[in-house]
């Protein structure tokens, strides 16, 4: 089973940036997305499609239709960069898949 | 504040082994599963194995079952993984993640670096 994203995504500041992940489960099983800065352990910042964990800035909210989940970042700022990685199972929830990331770079 | 810290990783020969090492604070370790991720350079995320509470439950990647072993120890609130018959293709950065509630991982740790080659 594969998640698959756009390699990078590059907005300017204050502008949305939108990363999807596709995937055919997605429609039954919940979207998750991770960011990751060089030599940071890498943070939950969306879970179950939609939910924001607590300390996560409201700028940032996912969605998800039908095959395609996306992470919005609403007015992005230079230290929101770095990659993102969206994160499900297959159908069966046998497999645990990560997406193979999107840099997004802020400039 | 939960913080995972991972230990262990290093160079080793193809064929050798390691033991991973990731001790966890800031929350109550024993009620949660926990998971081992690692990441090889260039690639995505793989999740590599899980371990459930109390430890009697396990499960593991195809590609490394039979070679990997993952074990806790609850009163010294630490997760392990025990890396046997090495291959250069498990080069990666092992992170240490707790499970959270709908099979995702809702903390990760910084990473070990593993490094197979001979």
């Known amino acids: 089973y594969e998640l698959t994203q756009p390699p990078s995504v590059s907005v300017s500041p204050g502008q949305t940036a939108r990363i999807t992940c596709s995937g055919d489960?997605?429609?039954?099983?919940?979207a998750y997305w991770y960011q990751h800065k060089s030599g940071q352990a890498p943070e939950l910042v969306i879970y179950e499609d939609d939910k924001r964990p607590s300390g996560i800035p409201e700028r940032f909210s996912g969605s998800s239709s039908g095959t395609m989940a996306t992470l919005t970042i609403s007015g992005a700022q230079v230290e929101d960069e770095g990659e993102f990685y969206c994160?499900?199972?297959?159908?069966?929830?046998?497999?645990?898949?990560f997406g193979g990331g999107t840099r997004l770079t802020v400039l | 504040e939960v913080q995972l810290v991972e230990s262990g990783g290093g160079l080793v020969q193809p064929g050798g082994s390691l033991r991973l090492s990731c001790v966890g604070s800031?929350?109550?370790?024993?009620?949660?599963?926990m998971s081992w991720i690692r990441q090889a350079p260039g690639k995505r995320p793989e999740w590599v194995a899980n371990?459930?509470?109390?430890?009697?439950?396990?499960h593991y990647v195809d590609s490394v079952k039979g070679r990997f072993s993952i074990s806790r120890d609850n009163d010294k609130k630490s997760l392990f993984l025990q890396m046997n018959s090495l291959r250069v293709e498990d080069t990666a950065l092992y992170y240490c993640?707790?499970?959270?509630?709908?099979?995702?991982?809702?903390?990760w740790g910084q990473g070990t670096l593993v490094a197979v080659s001979s």
């Open positions: 371990i459930e509470q109390v430890g009697s439950e396990t």
């Open positions: 993640a707790r499970e959270g509630h709908g099979d995702h991982f809702d903390y």
């Open positions: 489960a997605l429609p039954k099983k919940y």
């Open positions: 994160y499900s199972t297959d159908i069966s929830g046998n497999q645990r898949v």
């Open positions: 800031g929350f109550t370790f024993s009620s949660y599963w």
